[in-house]
């Protein structure tokens, strides 16, 4: 099931963002180092209790610069509201009620979702008796807490995973493949959906099923079932902070997580930016299998060499995820459309492939023969053999000597061995190092 959503509300400077960095940890994606912007992130997961979750800081949300506070916390909540499944409603001991918060607790008394509230900066015993008054928004007990002291973090999040909804079993059936098109607004999510929907031979389930927020479309074609994952949450416009690009962000990693397959969807016409990159990014970090699909093909003024040209500057761009084919699409003129399912089923069946064990350590004995680990303070690294420990995506443990003499390089060789062995083309690969004796 796709984990719970708590989403931080309040209003400015009540210490959203150091709460928010504090539960997150160093659990930074990989990827939004690579993109170098750390800095700004608005969501995150982390655990608690042996209970994972995602977190959104509302407060991370950027929103015009002519809007008044209250117009953004009003907003903030709201998102807040649809998106998550417990709120943090955060304020500061030592600012009391302001008119701000009253504002949105307004908002949050129409939620029909946990309220917990934190009260924040109280970091020393002298300020706890300050948070009595509080209880005056109407949110019952409120949580003392320090982001800057770290205290009352974990009967904050205590809190929180208790009041997560009870675990209704998502009945994920075996032989679907679950597609998530991702990627930022405008750049044909949508009609590329209506147009796959529009296909000859497409059978469209009758009985939509809805799970939790998201509306998924399930559908049959030549035998083979599908899901089109939140494609109403594409549908159903018209939100204040639908556009912004944070939520998109947001957004596409809430349907990655609940996919086999995702479709990066890359506007042909515009070309590539960091946004795109960050979406794609989040495919790749969740092991998804993945496929770029670069659409409005038709507005594009071509000649021979330019599908070549855009290919390459997407590999440029995406080099973590050299193993993701491409295609160029239009929903609008339908031109080579009917190949995108195709190569859906075959990048589905190689993320979950599961290699023999004696095939796998046929190809690493080979390539250790080939090339053999360098050494390091006289030390050679001995391989003793690998095996699959997992699917989706094949997930390969190789046991050695001493972990601590594998490189990084020596094990991208590896990779590139096992990619050359067998076809994984468009899925990530995992291989991790341990010890054996
Ligand atoms: P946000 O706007 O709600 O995200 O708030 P920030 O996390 O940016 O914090 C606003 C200010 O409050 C910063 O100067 C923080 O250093 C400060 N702050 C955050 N948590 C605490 C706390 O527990 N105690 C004190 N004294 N200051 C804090
Ligand atoms: P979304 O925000 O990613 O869901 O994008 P939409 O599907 O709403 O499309 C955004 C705009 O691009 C709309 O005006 C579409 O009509 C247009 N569009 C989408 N796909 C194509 C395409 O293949 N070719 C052209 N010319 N326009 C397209």
Redesign the pocket.
Known sequence: MAKPIIAIVGRPNVGKSTIFNRIIGDRLAIVEDKAGSTRDRLYGSSEWSGKAFNIIDTGGIEINSDDDILRSVRMQAELAIDEADVIIFMVDVKAGITPADLEVSQILFRARKPVILAVNKVDNMQLQEDTYEFYGLGFGEPIAISGSHAIGIGDLLEAAVNSFPEEVEEVIEEDVIRIALI?R???????LVNAILGEERVIVSATAGTTRDAIDTPFEKDGQKYVLIDTAG?RKRGKVYENLEKYSVMRALKAIERADVALV?INGEEGIIDQDKHIAGYAHDAGKASMFVI??W??VEKDDKTMQVFSQVIRDHFLYMSYAPMLFV???TKQRLNKLLPIVNEIAEHNSIRVQTHVLNDVISDAVAITPPPTSNGKRLRVKYVTQVAVKPPTIVVFVNDRELMHFSYERYLENKLRAAFDFTGTPIRLFTRSKR
């Open positions: 990627g607004p405008n750049v044909g999510k949508s009609s594409m969807i659409n409005k038709d507005v239009s929903a609008k």
